[in-house]
């Protein structure tokens, strides 16, 4: 008993080590429960719980996380993605998250131009956070994560992506620290300010845009003095020094020469984009072209396309009929491209 008592035992390593994950039907907690690593002076072998996950498999976690997954969004991600994903669940379209991800690259039935041409505004997000990825975290500790109610799912994406983001800016801190930080001082890198400048003045000088519009784009906030004055007090000195750096990169005269090509580039391109609208609008809702040209105009924060107001709700119906035919095309293609697929696996088997 002494020996017991005071550890001694170890000496006794048992041969049959075994680990197995256990998992509680309450809290759905996993904790590793270790078996056989000693015999005590019974010979019986040894039983040891451990609620942490096994260090190889965190290691694994996070240099997986740290490739794959990107900072998400939440608040873009709450407005503009969730609530479609959490109807197509809902409605028994989708029976997994990841399907309902895939599905946001089309029209929504009963949308109008207007909130199509922001189909990018829903995207993006899903193409820079990796939501995918989130989604196979989820599935991957969850098994059963399909079974459970939409609301559930929804809340359980959000946190994980929540938390996913507070470790990378952990990681991202912890490395830019060991690189050129010091005690007490600002460790966020130099380089994003510095490209956040230069895109600034990309925006203003190559794309023509307003500093209110640029302050848009970037998400830079208004301060009290710019919605009292006008303007954007912040924008204008990251376009001043967005400026300063291109024009040490390219020279003075060849960042003047570089911000007029694009511009002109820019500006042709968006006229492009901008036919196509006016083209696909006017065999939609059956009026000349000519007729529709002068009410499709470019949205101030996308750069996209849209019908003005009065004009898309003088022939909303048409729209939504057109839009919903597409989107009824696409899911039929989906489920048949489903259905040939499941097809395959039986014969396979």
């Keep these: 008993m002494k020996l017991h008592k005071t550890g001694l035992h170890t000496k006794y390593r048992s041969e049959e080590d075994e680990i197995r994950p256990v998992r509680l039907k309450g809290s759905g907690q996993t904790f590793w429960l270790e078996f056989g690593r000693y015999r005590d002076d019974w010979a019986v072998p040894s039983v040891e719980g451990m609620v942490e996950t096994q260090q190889q498999d965190v290691a694994i976690l996070a240099a997986l996380t740290v490739s794959e997954a990107e900072l998400t969004d939440i608040e873009r991600l709450s407005r503009d993605v969730l609530p479609r994903v959490k109807e197509l669940l809902e409605s028994g379209e989708c029976t997994s998250m990841k399907d309902a991800f895939r599905s946001l690259s089309i029209p929504w039935p009963g949308e109008v131009s207007r909130d199509a041409s922001k189909l990018r505004d829903y995207w993006e997000p899903l193409l820079r956070s990796r939501e995918f990825y989130i989604t196979l975290l989820l ?3 969850r098994p059963d994560l399909n079974s459970y109610p939409p ?6 994406f959000k946190e994980t992506c929540k938390q996913v983001n507070a470790f990378l800016r952990a990681s991202r801190q912890l490395t830019n620290f060991l690189e050129y930080g010091a005690p007490n001082r600002d460790t966020r890198p130099e380089v994003e300010n510095v490209v956040r400048d ?4 990309v925006l203003r000088d190559g794309g023509g845009l307003t500093h209110r519009q640029i302050g848009e784009v ?4 208004l301060t009290a003095y710019s919605r009292l004055k006008g303007g954007h007090d912040t924008v204008s000195k990251m376009v001043q020094r967005g400026r300063t750096i291109l024009e040490s990169a390219f020279g003075e005269e060849g960042w003047r ?3 007029q090509a ?3 580039d820019a500006e042709a391109r968006v006229e492009q984009v901008k036919e196509v609208c006016v083209t696909r609008t006017a065999e939609v809702i059956g009026e000349p072209i000519e007729d529709v040209r002068p009410h499709v ?3 101030p924060r996308t750069g996209l396309p849209e019908l003005d107001e009065e004009y898309e709700a003088k022939f909303k119906d048409n729209i939504v009929e057109y839009v919903e035919k597409i989107s009824s095309k696409y899911r039929a293609e989906r ?3 489903r259905a040939g697929t499941q097809e395959e696996g039986s014969h396979s088997t």
């Excluded at 230069?198 to 003045?201: D, S, T």
């Design 139 to 141: 599935e991957h500790f």
């Design 297 to 299: 105009r470019l949205n």
């Design 262 to 264: 694009i511009k002109a």
């Design 151 to 156: 609301d559930k799912q929804i809340e359980l």
């Design 257 to 259: 020469e570089k911000a």
């Design 335 to 337: 489920r048949d491209k």
């Design 198 to 201: 230069a895109r600034a003045a």
């Design 218 to 221: 970037l998400d830079v906030p």
